[in-house]
Nanobody
Framework: QVQLVESGGGLVQAGGSLRLSCAASGRTFSRYNMGWFRQAPGKEREFVVG????????EPVDSVKGRFTISRDNAKNTVYLQMDSLKREDTAVYYC??????????????????WGKGTLVTVSS
């Protein structure tokens, strides 16, 4: 079992930055591929970006390319999402997810093994 707890969400002005963290319990964190998803109001949850066991990354979704960066610290059992140049359309609940299988392209939420409860990011104009 892996438990995931997100933090770092909040209210930020457009153009600002936030760093989300996802802390994982258990000793097997390093064996999981970790990803971030988000769900905006009235929309379906979408994959944002993923990172593999040894740090390899997927391509981020087009809407965040050049602005969002995923990283992980296996010693701290934590994965991060650095979000820069935030836009109003980035407003969403951001979820951390873990998968025992690596997917090189877009991750599907039904393929994930574990989920956090999410953290809300609100970007104001």
């Amino acid at each position: 079992q892996v438990q995931l707890v997100e933090s770092g969400g909040g209210l930020v002005q457009a153009g600002g930055s936030l760093r989300l963290s996802c802390a994982a319990s258990g000793r097997t964190f390093s064996r999981y591929n970790m990803g971030w998803f988000r769900q905006a109001p009235g929309k379906e949850r979408e994959f944002v970006v993923g990172v593999g066991e040894t740090g390899g990354r997927t391509e981020p979704v087009d809407s965040v390319k050049g602005r969002f960066t995923i990283s992980r610290d296996n010693a701290k059992n934590t994965v991060y999402l650095q979000m820069d140049s935030l836009k109003r359309e980035d407003t969403a609940v951001y979820y951390c997810a873990a998968s025992s299988i690596w997917y090189s392209s877009t991750w599907r939420d039904y393929d994930m093994d574990y989920w956090g409860k999410g953290t809300l990011v609100t970007v104001s104009s």
